[in-house]
């Protein structure tokens, strides 16, 4: 529709014009009606004579007759629905007249305001990022429904990235993994004052890409580092300067599968330590174990009701390991006894490190 418009002034037609009248009328009914704010015919007539600043629209017959007009024309393209809905008013003296509003939009409400907070929590986008994709979400709705979405939810930006290049390390990474090229790009770290810079190391950062993933709001490339012949996981928002480097021979995957691979990569460690890990946890933490492992098995103690025990299968060790750390406290490792160890050692080097203070 707004491709339609546009073409109108790309041909010179910029001073208000009777041939844009269906253009100003759906202008005024796209903004400013939804279902539960519709327009009455003369209302439409003066907020488009008010939008031009002339008087365009002479009478509210005209009104109806464009928008008989567009429905008609987009019948066929909205499988037989209307384009600008009718319906009679609610309440007040005009609640028996016909009242007119824009129908098709590319998402409702809910979806919008649902989109929103997944875009607010997405901590791979930096704060001006976040805003700008809302912002474009809040577009397609009239104006009263993105009354309603300023006051719904506030973001504290805690999630947020400082690195702006997510958009388009995305970009080129895809194109990568379909056409099978490296990529070369500086991998970030954090200093002391919370800014990223590259990290150093006696190689570079030249991959074959594999996959991508989203984890806990993060996005996630799966790739073969060339120089130490490993695969392993990068994230996106510590990425920069990414380009492709089609010069060099792409290193296609031996029995890889991303989605598996993915999967056994608890917080996104991923090694060839993979083993089945058995737990005695305190009920308290039901919902995080649940949470963090969807495909546990899980079994109550039954003399001791305030425990249970969770069975997870093919999750990677070092991962493990980290969650541990967490929820160590509250929980036992019966199974494998070599995480165990290592869960002991963590917290004996972290007894001494406070020893020493």
């Known amino acids: 529709m707004e491709r339609v418009l546009l073409t109108f002034y790309e041909r010179g037609f910029r001073m208000p014009s009777q041939k844009l009248i269906p253009f100003y009328v759906l202008k005024v009914l796209k903004n400013e009606t939804d279902e539960e704010h519709p327009l009455r015919a003369k209302e439409i007539q003066e907020r488009v004579n008010r939008l031009v600043n002339d008087l365009l629209i002479k009478k509210t017959e005209t009104v109806v007759e464009n928008i ?71 577009s397609l709705l009239s104006i009263r429904q993105q009354d309603r979405l300023k006051y719904s939810i506030i973001s504290d930006s805690s999630l947020s990235t400082v690195n702006r290049n997510i958009y388009l390390n995305l970009d080129v990474i895809n194109k990568a993994i ?16 919370k800014e990223l810079v590259p990290r150093k190391r006696n190689y570079d950062y030249l991959v074959s890409p594999y996959g991508l993933v989203v984890s806990r709001g993060k996005y996630y490339l799966f790739a073969r580092h060339l120089a130490t012949k490993q695969i392993r996981t990068y994230r996106l928002d510590k990425i920069q300067s990414c380009h492709p480097v089609p010069e060099t021979p792409y290193t296609e995957p031996e029995h890889f599968n991303v989605k598996i691979h ?13 083993a089945n890990v058995v737990l005695r946890c305190d009920r308290k933490i039901l919902n995080k174990v649940i949470e963090e492992f969807s495909q ?3 079994k109550e103690e039954p003399e001791k009701p305030e425990f249970f ?23 036992q490792v019966l199974q ?6 290592w869960l002991v050692q963590d917290f004996k080097r972290a007894l001494e490190l406070n020893e020493e203070i």
Not at 96 to 120: C, I, K, T
Not at 182 to 190: I, K, P, W
Not at 263 to 273: E, R, Y
Not at 311 to 318: E, K
């Open 336 to 341: 494998p006894l070599k995480l165990r160890a």
């Open 68 to 138: 008989q007009m567009m429905n008609h024309f987009f019948s066929s393209e909205l499988d037989g629905n209307d384009l600008i809905g009718e319906t009679q008013g609610f309440s007040g003296r005009y609640r028996g007249n016909r009242h007119y509003y824009y129908a098709e939009r590319v998402l409702s409400q809910d979806e919008v305001h649902f989109l929103h907070r997944l875009v607010m929590g997405q901590k791979s986008l930096d704060q001006k990022a976040s805003e700008e994709i809302k912002n474009k979400l809040s």
């Open 309 to 331: 025990y969770a069975t997870i299968p093919a999750v990677d060790l070092h991962g493990m390991r980290v969650w541990l750390r967490t929820y160590g406290h509250q929980v």
């Open 178 to 193: 379909f056409s099978k090229t490296n990529v070369r790009f500086e991998y970030l770290e954090y200093n002391l004052k």
């Open 262 to 274: 993915g999967k056994q990569a608890v917080h996104m460690h991923s090694s060839d330590d993979i």
């Open 296 to 298: 546990c098995r899980l």
